[in-house]
């Protein structure tokens, strides 16, 4: 009797653009290239191997900078990716970005797709056009991931430099080696051997982890990062507020405290119902903060914060509602 193969699983590509897709006359130029300057189909051609892991439909959302993604772009990537999973269109969906930013959408996706299918985001350190480019192998081992059973419900993940992390946790720590994303104190869910994908544990949830449903959101409103540093004056604060800001997040020092002239107008707004959340500007750590000052953001940091404190407005959210969205750990 004739046995019939069992279908790939079905691999959605969505290309955002970033180094990844980034390109230069020369060879050896790691700094001046264009960052998404080709397209999906160049990427894929980069890797037929990928077939062999799923039957991949690939699309072209963005070609930019990933210092160009703006939140409306957030909101469309989600709600694309929601639907996916929600009408059984994908068994795995890939996103390739550029990887200035790529924790900010690895976060919002974290905090805001409801569904066990895996969800990788890949960057690259080094344009396609380079030597020893490592766009393709992360590629590869993204769609090798996306289409694995072992990458369900583990939350968002990122795949670059070999290793397998999770988009809560993980930022980029170096502006230009491939060893750059890093969750410093959780260190990474696995790696790949080749192309398959390697747990250490089975899934685990972060604790307290937010979730957002933002089938009915339409636009997130404007929240700004404020750097503290001695002397910082309360003038940006004031500017950023004047300009339409709905909340702020400061990136403060140490455990979560700014300069006495911004601890004294975040007071003054806290007060008036304004949210003020503090994030540790040291890369690690817990922000702690006196309510009268605002909230503070415990482990995530300002960029993650930002994402959080947008989404929690846009849910209609008061102080109390956002403080316990920071009450991770
Ligand atoms: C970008 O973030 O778009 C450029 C840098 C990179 O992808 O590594």
């Known amino acids: 009797m004739a046995t019939h193969a069992k279908p790939l699983p079905r691999v959605t590509i969505y290309a955002t653009g970033g180094t990844i897709a980034g390109g230069s006359t020369s060879n050896t130029d790691l700094l001046f290239y264009t960052a998404g300057s080709v397209g999906i189909d160049t990427l894929l051609d980069a890797v037929p191997e990928a077939k062999q892991y799923a039957s991949i439909t ?11 993604i703006r939140s409306s772009d957030l909101l469309d990537l989600s709600k694309r990716v929601n639907q996916q999973f929600a009408e059984n269109l994908s068994d795995g969906v890939v996103i390739t970005h550029g990887t200035d930013t790529l924790e900010e959408t690895a976060f919002f996706l974290d905090l805001t797709v409801s569904h066990p299918q895996p969800l990788v985001v890949v960057g ?9 480019a490592d766009g393709p192998l992360n590629l590869l081992q993204g769609v ?6 072992k990458g369900r419900g583990r939350g968002t993940m990122i795949v670059l430099n070999d290793r397998i992390q999770s988009a809560f946790y993980t930022s980029k720590t170096h502006a230009n080696t491939l060893d750059t994303f890093r969750a410093v104190e959780q260190g990474s869910l696995g790696f790949f051997l080749n192309a398959k994908p ?5 899934p685990a949830h972060v604790s307290n982890k937010p979730h957002f449903d933002i089938s009915n ?4 409103p ?17 500017l950023a ?3 339409g800001a709905k909340g702020v997040v400061i990136a403060a020092s140490g455990g979560g405290w700014a300069s006495p002239a911004l601890e004294a107008a975040a007071e003054d707004l806290t007060t008036e119902g304004f949210p003020v959340v503090f994030a540790t500007r040291t ?3 817990f922000s702690i903060k006196q309510a009268k000052f605002g909230t503070g953001a415990g482990l995530i940091n300002a960029q993650k914060a930002r994402i959080i404190l947008m989404l929690a407005l846009a849910s209609g959210y008061d102080q109390q509602q956002i403080s316990a969205c920071f009450n991770t750990g």
Not at 124 to 132: D, E, F, T
Not at 144 to 149: E, I, Y
């Open 198 to 202: 390697l747990f250490y544990f089975e």
């Open 283 to 285: 890369g690690n750590g």
């Open 144 to 149: 090798s991931l996306a289409a694995s059973s």
């Open 222 to 238: 404007r929240v700004d990062i404020l750097y503290s540093h001695q002397d910082a004056s309360s003038d940006l604060l004031e």
């Open 58 to 68: 690939g699309e072209q959302l963005l070609n930019v900078g990933s210092h160009e």
């Open 241 to 243: 507020i004047e300009r």
């Open 124 to 132: 690259a350190m080094r344009p396609a056009s380079a030597i020893s």
């Open 217 to 220: 959101i339409t636009s997130l």
